[in-house]
């Protein structure tokens, strides 16, 4: 794991879409997709910006992600169109077109060019070599509200009201194995790992599965809705810190060797503003928040507010780190897209 003594984040470039920033995605080479609410999908790269989907129809793009190769992107909005750009050549298709429910959720399998995207109360299988669906997996008891990959690629987990559905994905016939839960699940989130699975749920609890339970922590303490959930990387075989935001608070989590209390927490200091986007740095415990009055901050070790930049923009809509954690984009409520160099002023 690398370490960063001082670190030092820098203003590299901005840019300007017409309406609020829904998801953002970095691919493999450093590129970066844009997408916003007035239907613009926008990409970014070596100081050059350039338009992928205009706003003609003004239907809300609500994610996007690039395919572990580079070689597609995808994207899904309220129009119901699924979307997908195959580079080098950028030739756009669409792969099925149902306005009556909205793609909200989709995301590319961690090693092969396998799509998972929701419509309605199901998660369909898309792929990208033959071009076809090849699996329908159906929630039933609800709209389907989040989807993931498990890093190994093994799994693929799914959240909707009464918990969270997770199927084989070398068997897709077969039945999945049911998290049960008294709310819905709303966001999911593995560890990277993949030896720990966290879901907020709309009771607003955040129950953990893994470390070799088979019933989960039940993390308390919530206020209100859990917004974000993420994990840190992996250090010297020690499980992984979970932070959530709910309001503004910022808790970390982490897991202790004392069952009877199993993990701890701590509020991080400094932040009074709803948080809208919280990541870990994929390599160290940098730990970065854009919240509600358009703050930028930046935690390392764990407690240390390490820069602090205050209301830079207007309201903060989400973040994220490159793969490489160089770069920062962060967008805004407001269609403003900024991205950050980081940088070390004493490496060692």
Known sequence: MSSLN???????????????????CWSQDGTLAISSAGGEVTLFSKQLQQILKSNRKKNSILCLDFSADDQFLAAGGEDGELKIWQFPQRQSFNI??????????????????????????????????????IATLPFKNSFVLDL????????????????VKIWDCHNWQDDPFYLEMNAAALKISWSSDGEYLAVSSLDKIVLVWGGGNLVPWRLLGFSSKIRNLSWSPISSGEPP???????????????????????????LKHNNSIIHGLQFHPQNFLLASGNEEGSL???????NLAQNFPKISESFSCLKWDLSGQKLALGSKNGKIMIFQLEDQNLT
């Open 6 to 24: 001082n670190p030092n984040l820098k203003l590299q470039w901005q840019g300007q879409l017409d309406e609020y920033i829904t998801a953002l």
């Open 96 to 133: 099925l077109y149902d306005n009556s429910k909205w793609i909200e959720n989709l995301a590319w399998h961690p090693q092969e060019n396998y799509l998972a995207f929701t419509q309605g109360r199901n998660v369909l299988i898309w792929d990208a070599v033959s071009q076809k669906i």
């Open 148 to 163: 993931a990959w498990n890093p190994n690629g093994e799994l693929l987990a799914i959240a909707g009201n009464g918990g």
């Open 241 to 267: 810190i979970l932070a959530t935001s709910c309001m503004g608070d910022i808790i970390l989590w982490k897991r202790t060797k004392n069952e009877d209390r199993a993990w701890n927490a701590s509020v």
């Open 297 to 303: 901050l930046l935690w390392k070790n764990n407690q």
